[in-house]
């Protein structure tokens, strides 16, 4: 039993090593390139690509070397992996806002961990291929060891946000890992060891792939489509849940964990699921994930809601990777097929973080993957011939005309209503043809795509960066700009011919910040910043004399904010202040002399928390370019999150006077007069004015918690 236990213990600690090393390095890297939740869809890009290249080396390894020569040299790229430890940020490495982020985030990781984690991601094949070589038990079949892989892969991920994350800091965190790194060239040496000693150096499991039955192409289509869209789901889904919780770890490791575990629970001998059952159940989670990614379940998904695309999305992997599994080929392809398989994922992660930003100005990447998905339910007596596919494209036609009805007929313009026409009639198509389901397979795409294209979004403006969503749409008697799921910016339309428009929502004359820049503060104020363009609504509050600039790491909200046909804001009252681009504490570090009397700190845009804009150092950075008698503002109005715990206790260790407003709004009054949440900070009580005596703002206390650093944030402490 000494081979596999040696085997399987090297498999874990090395998969185990693999994935707790993404979430730290993405947790080291967020102050420097922000907290939007495209950096962790780009991270998993560079994770993938990295990926094929592991698998591809293993593959030609075991191909062309034999065993103890390919033990050698994994062990020196192991040894030249130690070089890059501890894990940090390259020194020198700096922001450029002119510089594609995504392209910058690649790079980033690759020159920071790329070497070690490449290391790391060739060992799942190359030590299933070395057990095959040895003469442990099932050596014909080493199929089971990637269980454990993926079994070490969830147990970290699960561990860092549960266990590392709140109770350690980066710093130490990063340590631990690199002690493991160092334990598993150990390990590596003496599964090697096993390896060269079984007697196998050529074994017939492993012998030469041209001594085997070719890989049909076909088959090899077949492995990528399997493994593409459980990654590009995965993907898709945390991307919709980071927009609307916030972009941290364990946002993104929850899906990643149900990915590993369903490659755990279908990568065995052993089969967990019905064929039926499963079937049953990918039909239904299809069904959730069309309805939350075409929107008809509302644009903001709540905990419930998440829940349920959290369920549907593992029942989609367990579905594709159950058939990749049933799949797999003889011994001889092994190293072929995670090849194939890595590059499935890479696919979905290239898709996912560089094709749909520049293709769609909305998340439709979830959207595509699912009607892709649709075709796994296909199976060969499924496919379509000339004759279903005719069916499918009559019943397809005939589907679409309730919602010309609704369009034309009617004049229906409501277009949840509409969606749910398409949605429904799509349905009805799918269930009369169920008896052949590629016809309802092409009745069901036919009438969904006329949708998208038919229902009129009413939209004036929708865009994608790689920050987020961006939408300008009219409801009532108001204009709104939405970032993600949040409204971040509104314009009475009747008054777009007014020199200086009323601020609305957040911004209201009534709300915090307006008290504060139209107080005595406000009236003395020479210097004033706001981090967070948004629609540049607070830009009217600017009185003569004053010098104001903006800070916004996004180039297309400016461009909204700036564009009179959107918004007047900006061009009205401050059409000459200029924007810093780029992430704001990186811009103001590096704004030496320059002191600001009001600072106003707005980028916590939807409901996401930009942990790094939140710590101890950012608070320093803050304080740094404020006049000795100026005030900082924290909007931090928040649906789930309790920013004002963190930012008392670095005010209390720092010896500032704190203050904090819950303002109820008054939206019955007025609709444009909402509730936000506002924390003032100064380093005197006489720095605050009359506001010091102002019964609407209390004094802010600390809870006496942990002090939030670059080194250490726990977000989850912080849940309302």
């Not at 196998?200 to 499991?205: D, F, M, Q, T, W």
């Not at 059952?277 to 509302?298: D, E």
């Not at 971040?488 to 428009?501: A, E, F």
Request: glycine share 10%; charged share 10%; hydrophobic share 50%.
């Amino acid at each position: 039993m000494f081979v596999p236990v040696v085997f399987t213990a090297t498999i874990f600690l090395s998969a185990s090593l693999l994935f707790f090393v993404q979430p730290l390095f993405a947790k080291v890297v967020l102050p420097q390139i922000g907290g939007a939740p495209a950096v962790w869809t780009t991270a998993m890009l560079f994770f993938q690509s990295v990926l094929i290249g592991g698998y591809l080396y293993s593959h030609l390894s075991t191909r062309y070397l034999g065993t103890r020569a390919q033990v050698a040299l994994h062990l020196a790229l192991w040894a030249l992996a130690l070089w890059f430890l501890p894990l940090s940020i390259p020194e020198g490495w700096t922001y450029d806002a002119e510089t594609s982020v995504a392209w910058q985030t690649l790079v980033l990781f690759g020159v920071g961990v790329g070497v070690p984690f490449g290391v790391l991601s060739a060992n799942a094949p190359l030590i299933q291929a070395w057990y095959a070589r040895s003469d442990g038990p099932s050596a014909d079949d080493p199929y089971f060891l990637y269980g454990a892989s993926n079994l070490g892969s969830l147990a970290a991920l699960l561990a860092f946000p549960l266990v590392a994350e709140p109770l350690f800091g980066a710093t130490r965190i990063g340590q631990g890992w690199a002690i493991g790194f160092l334990a598993l060239g150990g390990f590596l040496l003496v599964s090697g060891l096993c390896a060269a000693r079984g007697g196998s150096e050529a074994r017939p499991v492993l012998a030469a792939a041209s001594d085997e039955a070719p890989v049909p192409l076909t088959q090899i289509g077949h492995w990528l489509l399997l493994a593409f869209v459980p990654s590009s789901m995965m993907l898709a889904v945390t991307t919709k849940i980071s927009t609307d919780l916030g972009a941290i770890p364990l946002i993104w490791v929850v899906p990643l964990s149900l990915y590993l575990l369903s490659f755990v629970l279908t990568f065995s001998r052993r089969n967990y699921t019905t064929t039926g059952g499963l079937r049953w159940a990918y039909l239904i989670a299809l069904g959730w994930l069309g309805a939350v990614f075409s929107g008809i379940t509302g644009p903001h998904t709540n905990f419930y809601g998440i829940a349920g695309l959290v369920v549907a999305f593992f029942v989609v992997a367990v579905f594709a990777h159950r058939r990749l599994y049933e799949s797999r080929p003889a011994g001889a392809h092994l190293t072929l097929f995670y090849v194939v398989m890595s590059v499935g994922g890479a696919l979905g992660g290239l898709f996912n973080s560089i094709v749909a930003p520049v293709a769609f100005d909305s998340l439709a990447e979830g959207g595509v993957t699912t009607l892709v998905a649709t075709t796994l339910i296909l199976s060969a007596a499924m496919r379509p011939t000339w004759t279903t596919a005719r069916t499918g494209i009559l019943v397809g036609l005939a589907g679409v005309v309730p919602l010309m009805i609704a369009l034309l007929v009617m004049g229906i313009d409501n277009r949840p209503l509409l969606k749910a026409v398409v949605y429904a009639s799509a349905a009805v198509a799918a269930l009369a043809l169920r008896r052949s389901m590629s016809s309802a397979a092409i009745a069901a795409l036919i009438i969904a795509g006329t949708g998208t294209y038919a229902v009129p979004d009413g939209a004036l403006f929708q865009g994608r960066s790689f920050f987020g969503t961006h939408g300008v749409n009219e409801f009532g008697t108001m204009r709104q700009y939405t970032n993600g799921t949040t409204i971040h910016g509104v314009q009475r339309l009747s008054q777009y011919g007014d020199m200086r428009p009323d601020p609305l929502f957040y911004y209201h004359e009534n709300a915090p910040m307006a008290q504060v820049l139209t107080s005595d503060i406000g009236d003395a104020a020479r210097k004033i910043g706001v981090v967070g363009l948004g629609v540049g609504s607070l830009a009217c509050y600017r009185q003569p004399g004053q010098e104001w600039q903006f800070y916004e790491i996004d180039h297309l909200v400016d461009d909204i904010a700036r564009n009179p046909a959107y918004f007047t804001f900006m061009s009205n009252c401050a059409g000459d202040t200029p924007t810093n681009f780029g992430d704001a504490r990186m811009v103001l570090a590096r704004q030496d002399g320059l002191q600001y009397d009001i600072l106003v700190i707005d980028a916590y845009g939807s409901d996401a928390v930009p942990i790094h804009l939140t710590t101890h150092e950012a608070m320093q950075v803050y304080l740094d370019r404020l006049a000795p008698d100026g005030v900082l503002l924290y909007h931090i109005s928040n649906r789930y999150y309790a920013i004002q715990r963190p930012l008392a206790r670095s005010a209390e260790a720092l010896g500032l006077v704190a203050r904090i407003q819950e303002y109820p709004g008054n939206p019955k009054q007025d609709p444009g007069d909402i509730p936000s949440r506002v924390v003032m900070l100064s380093r005197s009580e006489a720095a605050l004015g009359a506001i010091a005596d102002d019964a609407r703002w209390v004094p802010l206390m600390s809870d006496g918690g942990r002090i939030w650093t670059d080194d250490y944030a726990n977000l989850l402490s912080v849940l309302e």
